[in-house]
């Protein structure tokens, strides 16, 4: 089959179904929006972790040169002997401190770079403001306090936190919002699956003459089914475009450019997603709109078109 | 160019019937008229040559496929070496006479100046040079039924299966339309023609197979048809 006839044929199934293809492009939009929106919740929840969250339980931040007004940190940043009686103290607390990191200043700065790299506070801060730091993995997480309570206040530590409090509970909203969108999805990827293959069933009867032709002639099965696959292909894809924009817009309007704003003008700092994000989002949208279509056209056309 | 070994045919299990037995040989370049009574298997015959469905019992064979092992990759290329004609022509209603014609040409992925040098020549054939650009509805019966014998010739096919093509039309038109399957038939073309109308193959004369519910019960060349005895048994 040329392709010039080919793209007649599904130019022509495009124009007599013109309700249905429509209804499948919505639908898909719908289910895709939704699934992007779960996916792009997990990687909010992945940017706000930061680097350090999954592998320890403390971060004793040292000494930057501008912290003087912490009482440990009076005479301006860590010095290599305090880093050294830090770490000497860590190894005590051993088996209670499993492990232990040093993230020199460099590193941190760029680790706070890449969280924040959808935020417009990243160029006010420069680099030495960014603390050093030992990341410590307890044995028992729940005796943050032992560890807090040695080091608080100790030469060269401006502060001691355990970060996993304050952000768990935004998580647990993040991860609800993620799963519900996911769920969201799955039902409106079934709607698809059912409004795809009715969507056929229905081609396939207004155009039962030309296939059962094809089929007389001796039309291949790939050359019957071809025009039908193509266009659910087309819906799909204008569907999962159409919820890419939806998502876009989304980020940059209402997190990139409302969110962050309204953040950052109340002193709070939260690294956020940004359209970077949706790029990385967005080949599995079209991936899924992809497979959503090939398969279930295909399944339909098992069951609907003789060959 | 198309053998029935012992074939039985039952559309389903428990069901009587619709080819019982049916043991007949058509030679290349032979035109047959498969004769007999509404349900007497005339057009199960015709469907078993095209794998439309399958034998129950027994071998078909057409142009050196044998049907019963033939896999459902290879459906297409036995098909595309028949051309098939129905009694209701199965026009595309939205497509001229030429693009009817031309349709099939595109499926099979002919090039543009092949497509365009095959269909005049076809029409040219049924005598159809004239209509080109009339769209179905604006045809007679009779030239609706020459454009459906151009579809299924257009690709050259070695067999021509024409089930009923005159149950529509009268008897003037219907001697038109089996005389151009008679010339198509000498230009090589083995012709098989599934009908009960008895005034064509009473004019024709051409070897006649008789079936009566599903067993064939005549095999004659140059033969004749009195449909009324057939009714009446």
């Known amino acids: 089959m040329r392709l010039g006839f080919l793209l007649g044929e599904v130019g022509n199934g495009l124009r007599r179904n013109t309700g249905m293809v429509v209804s499948v492009v919505l639908v898909t939009m719908v289910s895709l929006f939704f699934l992007g929106l779960g996916l792009l919740a997990q990687s909010q929840v992945d940017t706000l972790k930061g680097y350090w969250y999954d592998r320890v339980q403390i971060s004793i931040f040292l000494c930057t040169p501008d912290s003087t007004d912490v009482a440990a940190c009076a005479d301006g940043g860590v010095t290599q002997a305090q880093r050294d009686r830090l770490a000497a103290d860590l190894e005590g607390l051993d088996p209670l401190v499993e492990q232990y990191f040093y993230e020199s200043n460099e590193a941190a700065y760029d680790r706070f770079r890449e969280q924040f790299r959808n935020s417009p506070v990243l160029d006010n801060i420069p680099q030495e403001s960014i603390p050093e730091s030992y990341r410590v993995q307890l044995s028992d997480p729940t005796r943050y306090e032992v560890v807090a309570s040695a080091f608080v206040g100790a030469p060269g530590v401006e502060s001691v936190e355990d970060q996993r409090e304050v952000v768990d509970k935004l998580f647990t909203f993040l991860n609800a919002v993620s799963l519900s969108a996911v769920a969201l999805a799955a039902v409106m990827v079934l709607c698809a699956v059912l409004l795809i293959s009715t969507t056929i069933r229905l081609t396939a009867w207004s155009r039962r003459r030309e296939t059962t032709i094809m089929r007389m002639v001796g039309a291949s099965a790939f050359t019957i089914h071809t025009p039908f696959v193509i266009e659910t292909v087309l819906a799909t894809v204008l569907g999962a475009a159409l919820a890419i924009g939806l998502l876009w817009s989304m980020v940059h309007f209402g997190i990139a450019g409302f969110l962050t704003d309204l953040l950052a003008g109340q002193g709070g700092m939260i690294g956020l997603i940004g359209t970077g994000d949706l790029w990385l989002v967005a080949p599995f949208l079209v991936g899924g709109a992809l497979l959503l279509a090939i398969v279930t056209s295909w399944m339909a056309l098992l069951r609907h078109v003789r060959v | ?233």
């Open chain 2, 1 to 233: 160019m198309i053998t029935f070994e012992n074939v039985t045919m039952r559309y389903a299990k428990g069901d009587p019937a619709a080819l019982q037995d049916v043991e007949v040989e058509i030679g290349r370049g032979e035109f047959v008229f498969v004769v007999g009574a509404s349900g007497s298997g005339k057009s199960t015959m015709m469907r078993l040559a095209i794998l439309e469905h399958e034998a129950t019992k027994g071998r078909v064979l057409v142009a050196g496929h044998d049907l019963s092992t033939l896999p459902n990759r290879r459906i297409p290329v036995l098909r595309r070496q028949i051309g098939t004609v129905f009694q209701d022509f199965r026009l595309l209603s939205g497509k001229t006479v030429n693009q009817n014609i031309a349709y099939v040409l595109q499926v099979l992925g002919q090039r543009r100046h092949v497509i365009r040098q095959l269909v005049p020549e076809t029409l040219e054939l049924v005598g159809l040079s004239d209509k080109v650009r009339r769209m179905p509805h604006e045809l007679s019966g009779g030239e609706q039924q020459r454009v459906a014998i151009a579809r299924a010739m257009v690709n050259k096919p070695p067999i021509l299966l024409a089930d009923e093509p005159t149950g529509n039309l009268d008897p003037t038109t219907s001697e038109e339309i089996v005389s151009i399957l008679d010339r198509i038939n000498r230009t090589g073309t083995t012709v098989v023609v599934a009908t009960h109308d008895t005034s064509i193959v009473n004019t024709f004369r051409k070897r006649v197979v008789q079936l009566r519910d599903g067993r064939i019960v005549r095999d004659q060349a140059r033969g004749e048809y009195e449909a009324v005895e057939v009714e009446l048994v």
